[in-house]
Nanobody, 115 residues
């Protein structure tokens, strides 16, 4: 059974940083593309960043230069370092694992940026 467990969300002020982590189990981790998505209240879920098994990364324009995605294939974890957080980064952040027709999601972790 595949499980993705996120951690690291919380309440921060604008300009501060947070680091999200996602621990995966039950899958051959290194063949999966791993991603972070977010969903703000009343909005659709959107891609924040993703990373291939070989480490190629892709970022949404809104987070380029502020967020960094990384993965540790040995530990089966994927992280999202979020710096210079803005009010508009407030959302529930979800971890995603994708390979061909297989698509798995974590339960989400809340990130709130508020002054």
């Amino acid at each position: 059974q595949v499980q993705l467990v996120e951690s690291g969300g919380g309440l921060v002020q604008p300009g501060e940083s947070l680091r999200l982590s996602c621990a995966a189990s039950g899958l051959i981790f290194n063949i999966y593309n791993m991603g972070w998505y977010r969903q703000a209240a009343g909005k659709e879920r959107e891609l924040v960043a993703d990373i291939t098994g070989r480490g190629m990364t892709n970022y949404a324009d809104s987070v380029k230069g502020r967020f960094t995605i990384s993965r540790d294939n040995a530990q089966k974890t994927v992280n999202l370092q979020m710096n210079s957080l803005k009010l508009e980064d407030t959302a529930v952040y979800f971890c995603n694992a994708h390979h061909w027709v297989n698509d798995y999601w974590g339960q989400g972790t809340q990130v709130t940026v508020s002054s």
